[in-house]
């Protein structure tokens, strides 16, 4: 076991309200975030078509209790509920993510305006609240007809998501101040393709890095179109990064952490920012290619104008010599979120260092951040302490890096709304706003709205 010390303590690392208030500047943007298949429901609305998650939620023994997420929050037909509520929490932004079926289909081909129609609806309806719209292009909801074909394994899927970005900038660029083309695609690409736990269910690590190639390549075409098209606003990427905490301070376990970042963050982040595919991590798998094609690199490294960052933890690890990447993941006794997850702040301050140390200067959001805690709705109020500590601990390791010189330009918590969380369905809450399933999904703001709406006034 792992002894956690005062660095994540998180109560010791929270800064009063009254002082943040000093640190953060009027143009930084406080926000929330959700996800297409998470929240919207709807899913024969419209002429929709299928995605890999209506395929796999679907499939027996893949999600807690076979849950799916057909219906779900219903924000499809209840955004204007939400965004009232939105509106009263005082939040700048809301940055939600684009469902692909629902503007093509089938992937590609013949364009669903009635997709787009909807989409321009939510944003009017944002704007007429004072809410900027952020638009998330992939949040993981791929085509089943693209699957069908062979998915993110598929050179030609990036192609498809190039076409389908470039009909969502003409239809909707004049809206938007900020685009991100995929969120965290290191999820995708190994917990969909290596692990089998997400859409498409695959287990198979030459899998894994095919489809990370191509959606990297996917990013760099669709950020590529966006400039071609002089289109206004800024274009970004949202990575979920693992910067690892060693278990000692011995040097064989602060070699193993460094290790630990080559596959879920420099995997991602070299070639977005013009470096090679980390080559330490290429020789621990000798049978794994890379499907690179001339003018690969160059296309994924198109710049872009600032980084995404979603946070929720820090790992730790140790030495393990028998592993390929000679590094193991330990478990320690540091205060947990109900997804099991470390709550470890200073690794949001340290992990905002060392992208600009290492990739810098880029101009960063903190594009999730948030925590599933056992809510509980009682005389109809949810009291989640927890959560709100949570927030206020990483919401002041952000005000840290501020004073440090960080261009951290925007907060967005995850999430707005309890929603289907992936392979655990309905089991885990991230919500500020709970979601009562079992009473027409009604809406009930838990303590952390009021909090976060204290913090942003």
């Known amino acids: 076991m792992v002894h956690s010390n005062t660095d994540n303590n998180n109560q010791e690392e929270n800064i009063p309200i009254k002082e943040l208030k000093t640190i953060f500047p009027d143009a930084f943007l406080w926000g929330i975030s959700t996800s297409s298949y998470q ?16 395929t796999f939620s679907h499939t027996p023994g893949k999600t807690a209790n076979g849950a799916t997420g057909d219906t779900t929050c219903d924000q499809y037909h209840r955004y204007e509920e939400d965004i009232a509520l939105m509106r009263t929490l005082g939040v700048k932004v809301y940055n939600f993510s684009i469902a692909w079926p629902r503007i093509y289909p089938e992937g590609k081909g013949q364009i669903n305006i009635k997709g787009i129609d909807y989409y321009r609806r939510l944003i009017e309806a944002l704007q007429r609240n004072k809410i900027q719209p952020v638009i998330t292009l992939y949040h993981w909801d791929l085509p089943q007809s693209l699957q069908d074909l062979g998915g993110w394994e598929l050179r030609d899927t990036a192609k498809y998501f190039s076409d389908y970005a470039q009909s969502c900038y003409q239809h909707l660029a004049q809206y938007i101040p900020l685009w991100c083309t ?36 996917a990013h760099g075409l669709a950020v590529q179109a966006f400039r071609d098209g002089a289109y206004p606003g800024k274009i970004g990427i949202k990575l979920n990064l693992e910067t690892p905490k060693p278990a000692s301070n011995s040097l064989e376990d602060r070699q193993a952490a460094d290790r630990g970042a ?3 963050s420099r995997l991602f982040l070299n070639p977005l920012f013009a470096k090679a595919y980390p080559g330490r991590l290429l020789k621990a798998y000798p049978h794994i290619t890379i499907p690179l094609k001339k003018n690969d690199e160059k296309v994924i490294a198109t710049p872009i104008d600032f980084l995404g960052m979603n946070y929720y933890t820090q ?17 320690t006794d540091i205060h947990k979120t109900a997804m099991g997850w470390d709550i470890a702040p200073l690794g949001l301050l340290k992990q905002f260092e060392w992208v600009q140390k290492e990739y810098g200067p880029i ?41 440090k010189g960080i261009p951290l330009k925007g907060y967005f918590l995850w999430s707005f709304i309890d929603n289907f969380e992936w392979s655990f369905g309905y089991t885990k809450r991230f919500g500020i706003v709970y979601c009562d399933y079992n009473n027409n999904r009604k809406r009930i703001p838990k303590k952390s709205f009021y909090w976060y709406k204290k913090l942003i006034r």
């Open 363 to 403: 101009d960063v959001y903190l594009s999730e951040n948030g925590a599933a805690f056992p809510d509980i709705l009682e005389n109809n109020i949810c009291n989640d302490p927890d959560r709100i500590t949570y927030l206020h601990a990483h919401i002041s390791m952000c005000a840290k890096a501020i004073e």
């Open 315 to 331: 790992p730790t690890v140790a030495f393990h010599p028998e592993s390929p990447q000679q590094f193991r993941y330990i478990q």
């Open 182 to 217: 995929l969120n965290e695609p290191w999820c995708d690409a190994f917990l969909g393709h290596l692990y089998g736990i997400h859409a498409p269910g695959k287990q198979n690590r030459q899998s894994a890095y095919s489809s990370t190639h191509h959606l990297l390549y």
């Open 39 to 54: 929240v919207e429901g709807a899913v024969n609305a419209d002429k929709r078509g299928r995605s890999i998650w209506d």
């Open 262 to 264: 080559d596959e879920p």
